[in-house]
């Protein structure tokens, strides 16, 4: 079994910066991605960041220039680093960890964390 914690939201003014964090743990021999995604109140969950083992990265148009996505691949850790946060910011943010193998030579799954309260107010 994989876990997928997130860490480090909470309550930041507008034009803050936050730094989440994401680790995987369990039996882990490879992470294909990772990303993240948020779900603001009333609305559907939305992608948000994700970057390949290999670095490739990609980001929302809604929050290139502000965020930085970046990854620990000896840790199985991942981090989204967020500057100039807006109100519009205010989601749960969760993790996605795509394709996970576990035992070499068999298909991997995806996971998800529990998410992380980002709240961004005056």
């Known amino acids: 079994q994989v876990q997928l914690v997130e860490s480090g939201g909470g309550l930041v003014q507008p034009g803050g910066s936050l730094r989440l964090s994401c680790a995987a743990s369990g039996r882990i021999v490879s992470i294909y991605a990772m990303g993240w995604y948020r779900q603001a109140p009333g609305k559907q969950r939305e992608y948000v960041a994700r970057i390949s083992s290999g670095g490739s990265i990609n980001y929302a148009d809604s929050v290139k220039g502000r965020f930085t996505i970046s990854r620990d691949n000896a840790r199985n850790t991942m981090y989204l680093q967020m500057n100039s946060l807006k109100s519009e910011d205010t989601a749960v943010y969760y993790c996605?960890?795509?394709?996970?193998?576990?035992?070499?030579?068999?298909?991997?799954?995806?996971?998800w964390g529990q998410g992380t309260q980002v709240t961004v107010s005056s």
């Open positions: 996605n960890a795509e394709n996970v193998v576990s035992n070499p030579g068999t298909g991997g799954y995806d996971y």
